[in-house]
Nanobody, 120 residues
Framework: QVQLVESGGGLVQPGGSLTLSCAGS????????MGWYRHEPGKQRELVAI???????NYADSVKGRFTISRDNVKNTVYLQMNSLKPEDTAVYYC??????????????WGQGTQVTVSS
């Protein structure tokens, strides 16, 4: 079983910065991809950024140039550095990790979500 614990959300003024963290634990053997999604009330959950095991990263157009995803493969942790935050970035942010357990079973796990509010 794989658990993800998120941290780093909060209230920030427009133009400010926040860094989200998501640490994985449990029976992780290897990780294919680590990503961040966000959900606003009344909207579908959307992909914000993703990092694959091959070193590729992809970002939603709305965050390109402002957000940076990074990962620590030793700690099974993924980060999301968010700069130049805008009110429209306000949402609950979820991390998602996909990989293989030590028993050779594919897994996909979600973090518990962390609220990011951008407001003056």
């Amino acid at each position: 079983q794989v658990q993800l614990v998120e941290s780093g959300g909060g209230l920030v003024q427009p133009g400010g910065s926040l860094t989200l963290s998501c640490a994985g634990s449990g029976s992780i053997f290897s990780i294919y991809a680590m990503g961040w999604y966000r959900h606003e009330p009344g909207k579908q959950r959307e992909l914000v950024a993703i990092s694959t095991s091959g070193g590729n990263t992809n970002y939603a157009d709305s965050v390109k140039g402002r957000f940076t995803i990074s990962r620590d493969n030793v700690k099974n942790t993924v980060y999301l550095q968010m700069n130049s935050l805008k009110p429209e970035d306000t949402a609950v942010y979820y991390c998602n990790v996909r990989g293989i357990t030590i028993r050779g079973v594919d897994f996909g796990s979600w973090g518990q979500g962390t609220q990011v509010t951008v407001s003056s």
